[in-house]
């Protein structure tokens, strides 16, 4: 079973995204930065902020700078100058079809009309990698989708968020270690 080498949380540049929907998986990454002292650098080369921690080997963790659109050309850079396989990375993304409150974490898939997840595919090649999908709820028509993840959470819906990045941390080590099916259950059996 393969160790997570990259975590990449996706999200959108910019002081105007900071607090809106499609940046939840740059909160995350916000979250374990402060609880294990990670210091973000802005790198042009991986067209993105990232630290490299060495605790149970060397991990990368990653907030591309590019728009959400084109998210891949950042994780592809540091995936390849990295020799990292697709398996060994974990994005971390804002969820239509889960409610706040919840996080769920699965292999594979599709994009779902994700843009980040659609962009990471086509860089990679493949969409056998790891997804942190972190619920925001929908807005219950298709066409508000867009405004719907550019914009803040209620106060509640908020809360409800953060409850799954806390819930999400307490499987970090799992994950870390590898040991997908742990975090899992563990993960799935508190939302």
Do not use: C
Request: charged share 20%; glycine share 10%; no cysteine.
């Amino acid at each position: 079973m393969h160790k997570i080498k990259l975590f990449v949380g996706l999200g959108n540049p910019g002081e105007q995204y900071v607090e809106t929907r499609h940046n939840v998986g740059f909160w995350w990454i916000d979250f374990i930065g402060q609880n294990h002292k990670l210091s973000l650098k802005n790198s042009k080369k991986y067209f993105g902020e990232f630290s490299k921690h060495n605790e149970d080997g060397e991990v990368f963790f990653l907030k591309p700078s590019t728009f959400m659109n084109d998210s891949g050309k950042s994780v592809q850079a540091l995936a390849k100058f990295y020799k990292i396989e697709p398996e060994e990375i974990l994005v971390i993304h804002d969820e239509l079809d889960i409610q706040p409150g919840t996080a769920k974490l699965k292999l594979g898939g599709g994009h779902g009309g994700h843009n980040g997840l659609k962009s990471i595919q086509t860089s990679l090649g493949s969409n056998n990698f790891w997804r942190l999908r972190i619920g925001v709820g929908h807005p219950g028509d298709k066409s508000k989708v867009i405004g719907y993840v550019l914009n803040k959470p209620s106060k509640i819906e908020m809360q409800l968020i953060q409850e799954s990045i806390i819930n999400s941390y307490k499987v970090f080590s799992y994950i870390m270690l590898g040991q997908f099916e742990k975090a899992m259950l563990n993960l799935h059996s508190v939302n």
